[in-house]
């Protein structure tokens, strides 16, 4: 997501697989973006890196028995110091 104000939701044992890095706000101005993986059975998964945030506030949220799985994960690890 490269933009502000997205929110994407995997549940009802739904499922997103990525087969190269994931990036959740990769433009400085990218903020306010969202991943939520909730619910039994509901996975995100990536076979590269998740890289959560550029910009503040970012939020990776996993519940009731959802999964987020990667083989790095880095949370602000693209955001600028300062």
């Known amino acids: 997501m490269d933009?502000?104000?997205?929110?994407?939701?995997?549940?009802?044992?739904?499922?997103?697989?990525?087969?190269m890095d994931a990036?959740?706000?990769?433009?400085?101005?990218?903020?306010?973006?969202?991943?939520?993986?909730?619910?039994?059975g509901s996975k995100f998964t990536t076979s590269g890196a998740l890289y959560v945030g550029t910009a503040e506030?970012?939020?990776l949220e996993h519940s009731r028995g959802g999964v987020v799985q990667s083989n790095l994960g880095r949370m602000g690890?693209?955001?600028?110091?300062?």
């Open 23 to 40: 990036v959740i706000g990769q433009n400085s101005t990218a903020d306010n973006n969202q991943l939520i993986v909730t619910g039994a």
């Open 77 to 82: 690890a693209l955001a600028s110091s300062g």
């Open 57 to 59: 506030p970012i939020d």
């Open 3 to 19: 933009a502000s104000d997205n929110t994407a939701t995997v549940s009802d044992s739904g499922q997103i697989k990525v087969t």
